[in-house]
């Protein structure tokens, strides 16, 4: 037999073995580059059966007809590959369509070309009878579109290449071996395509797709080539949410995702990788040191960074990545951002202070209800009881409106037992809701309001207050310590005194005072004021008792919202009450 007939068999060897590589994509043709390799492969199958009948042809029709065969897939198979590498790398996303279109021009001017090579040879200027038996019968003489589309597939092939190793580069070690198989697949065919130029007249790149067959075969099979491309593994590294650090066996960054940049901005300023992890974290000591002094075995640790004036919180996770044995080749590290978990928990955890607050301050209301109050209205309710009965029996004139005394103190004293149950039916839950309020607004509120008890006394108020500051209350609670604040300043103030409101901004607090020019407090009756429990019961005057109860009410109001109240006073100097209340400049009242 002579050699052309055993190159003939190993072509259509070649091409069965290109048909099944074809039957193995198109069992994944869902995905586009399945559907490309399945057009590869069935126009490098052509290539190859055509040549194999060329090789055997008797003729020169013969030989004709095997080139026709063999066009069905030499123009196509190049661009076809390199199709394949823009769809494995992502490159051309956004005008991939009209590349595409623009790159099988020249292959349909060229298919068209060697359909019509009897008019004009451009393709194939002769046909030459071969005194070599070992190959095919005839040999040709190339035309000129021959040559441009030779230069245009060595052009097209390098470009895929370029692509390819430019991806191989920058790809995670998981997806090398992918892009390494088609490497292969395309440098075999262009490897033994270059031995036509060194004048010998065997054709071998057909066998070069065999090999890039077996090569894709092998992929499919071994390495799941089509099941998840490069560029497919490169999305899922580069938007996993939780942040992503590669390193190898010397501690230098390898890779990394945006998340993990978006977590370390200095990982950008490096333009080049791999990096030694203590030049570009540098500004991370803690999570340096966590790194060296890792032992052999995964880890998980938690890491703190202060980032843009806010505090955050990851869970990190260290796992080892080893080859085919024990031997660890790098590790990964992977920060998994609980900022929000933990900033709900300090929420909770401060809601929690504050409901216990609320329930500590209800114990107390409910203490200075039953002892202040009940208990003083009960005696005026048996006072005005005996009184109307004495009048009564002596038919004074006085005896109605005395009725009229008592009616009201028994309706106050049953308002209150009813207050005292409804304290006890429902356990003491007091609301508190918090909302933005423009300070200026409310104080000039409780200002107008307390207008009329300040006219009768000529007492100038005013309020000094910037229109920008604003807290965040409860629009009740906040009225109630204004209210009491300017009843005991008014109370205590001489006619034609003056009272001043003021606000001031202390980092994330508001600070307001309402300052009298009034008699102040004594050392005695303010010491009694600063005490905690004992200003419930201790014994001060008539007047300073009288405002004991809404001055205890407004500290722990003031105390739910986290702030604190306090004074300075001195006897004829006035006296000037401070409160504090989260609040901020320029934000947005909220009704």
Known sequence: MESRHWMSIMLFIAAALMLFVSFLSYQKRHLPVARTMILIMLTAAFYAFGYGLELLSGNLSQVKLALHIQYLGIPFVSTLWLVQAIQFTGAAARFRKRLIALLFLIPAVIFILQLTNEWHHLIYRDF?????????????????????????????????????????????????????????????????????????????????????????????????????????????????????????????????????????????????????????????????????????????????????????????????????????????????????????????????????ELNAFKDKLFTIVAHDIRDPVALLVSLTELLGDGLTAADDEHAEVVREIKGQVRNTFQLVDNLLDWYRSQKGTVSFHPQAWSVQQVVRQALML????????????????????????????????????????????????????????????????????????????????????????????????????????AREFVRIHGGSLWFESKPGNGTTFFFTLPGSAGGERME
């Open 128 to 356: 030459l009878l071969n005194t070599d038996p070992s190959v095919s019968l005839y040999y040709t003489v190339k035309g000129l579109w021959y040559n441009i589309h030779a230069a245009y597939n060595y052009l097209v092939l390098l470009g895929g290449i370029a692509l390819f190793i430019s991806m191989f580069v920058r790809a995670l070690p998981i997806v090398r071996k992918q892009i390494a198989v088609l490497l292969l697949g395309a440098v075999a065919p262009m490897l033994l395509n270059l031995f036509l130029w060194t004048g010998t007249r065997i054709d071998l790149t057909p066998f070069g797709f065999a090999v890039s067959g077996i090569a894709y075969a092998w992929g499919i099979l071994r390495f799941n080539l089509l099941r998840l491309t490069p560029l497919a593994m490169a999305q899922v590294f580069e938007t996993i949410r939780d942040g992503v650090l590669l390193f190898d066996y010397e501690n230098q960054i390898v890779s990394y995702n945006r998340a993990a940049e978006k977590m370390f901005p200095e990982l950008g300023s490096r333009r080049r990788y791999p990096a030694d992890m203590t030049e570009v974290l540098a500004g991370s000591g803690e999570l340096l040191g966590r790194l060296r002094g890792l032992s052999d075995e995964d880890e998980r640790f938690a890491y703190e960074r202060l980032q843009a004036g806010r505090r955050l919180y990851y869970n990190c996770s260290l796992s080892f990545i080893h080859d085919t044995g024990s031997t660890p080749i790098g590790k990964i590290l992977l920060f998994s951002d609980i900022t929000e978990l933990k900033e709900s928990e300090i929420r909770l955890r401060e809601n929690a202070r504050q409901l216990s």
């Open 450 to 553: 307390a207008g009329t008890k300040a006219g009768m006394k000529q007492i100038r108020l005013t309020e000094r207050i910037g229109s920008e500051l604003t807290v965040r209350a409860d629009k009740e609670m906040l009225d109630l310590i204004l209210r009491n604040l300017l009843s005991n300043a008014i109370k205590f103030t001489g006619i034609g005194g003056s009272i001043v409101v003021e606000a001031l901004l202390e980092e994330d607090k508001v600070i307001l005072s309402v300052c009298d020019n009034g008699i102040g407090i004594d050392e005695a009756t303010a010491d009694m004021l600063r005490l905690e429990e004992p200003i419930l019961k201790a014994p001060l005057g008539e007047e300073a008792g009288d405002a004991r109860f809404g001055l205890a009410l």
